[in-house]
T-cell receptor, first 116, second 109 residues
Framework: GAVVSQHPSWVICKSGTSVKIECRSL??????MFWYRQFPKQSLMLMAT?????????EQGVEKDKFLINHASLTLSTLTVTSAHPEDSSFYIC????????????FGPGTRLTVT | QKEVEQNSGPLSVPEGAIASLNCTYS??????FFWYRQYSGKSPELIMF????GDKEDGRFTAQLNKASQYVSLLIRDSQPSDSATYLC?????????FGKGTRLHILP
């Protein structure tokens, strides 16, 4: 099946710093990727849609200036958490639709962010 | 009303029995539905998708969709301890996957 990777798998940073998370589709091209956030014992909440060659679209309530998204190529999207605070500590997961098989999404393995 | 609703559980089922997971959705126009399994600390993995009313079977898994009742279910036959996980019901909205909160399933050895 289609493979989506994320890097890093986990990161610890200090409050006030910025962290970049990469999402790559390894064996297919993705003009669109999605970023989710999951707090403990809660469901995945869609944060934004990353669009290759254009601006990302954000879900209601997500601060676009805090969560910067760049879809640099057909296989890479990055999420930068700027001026991170402890409340940003979460599990961040990206996904990409694999057009060859309906509209199923393939998920990356996730990035665990801890802000101290 | 949430777009996708699930009972959070936990649902405890003896090994070898049938586990039944249920989900309702609010948008009658939704067309595509998915069941994902998520182990603790891992990202979701797709188990099944269903687009048409009725049943769809894949190995030990059967997805059921009833669009009139806005209801989706997942049956797991011959439950195994490795099936213990959180099961997320999801639907496709404008190519975005919208998830329910998930049901924690615990298979009792």
């Amino acid at each position: 099946g289609a493979v989506v990777s994320q890097h890093p798998s986990w990161v610890i940073c200090k409050s006030g710093t910025s962290v970049k998370i990469e999402c790559r589709s390894l064996d297919f091209q993705a003009t669109t990727m999605f970023w989710y956030r999951q707090f403990p014992k809660q469901s995945l909440m869609l944060m934004a849609t990353s669009n290759e060659g254009s601006k990302a679209t954000y879900e209601q309530g997500v601060e676009k200036d805090k969560f910067l998204i760049n879809h640099a190529s057909l296989t890479l999207s990055t999420l930068t958490v700027t001026s991170a605070h402890p409340e940003d500590s979460s599990f961040y997961i990206c996904s990409a639709p694999f057009r060859g098989v309906g509209v199923e999404q393939y998920f990356g393995p996730g990035t665990r962010l801890t802000v101290t | 009303q949430k777009e996708v609703e699930q009972n959070s559980g936990p649902l405890s089922v003896p090994e070898g029995a049938i586990a039944s997971l249920n989900c309702t959705y609010s948008d009658r126009g939704s067309q595509s539905f998915f069941w994902y399994r998520q182990y603790s600390g891992k990202s979701p993995e797709l188990i099944m998708f269903i687009y048409s009313n009725g049943d769809k079977e894949d190995g030990r898994f059967t997805a059921q969709l009833n669009k009139a009742s806005q209801y989706v279910s997942l049956l797991i036959r011959d439950s195994q301890p490795s099936d213990s996980a959180t099961y997320l019901c999801a639907l496709n909205r404008d190519d975005k996957i919208i998830f329910g909160k998930g049901t924690r399933l615990h298979i009792l050895p």
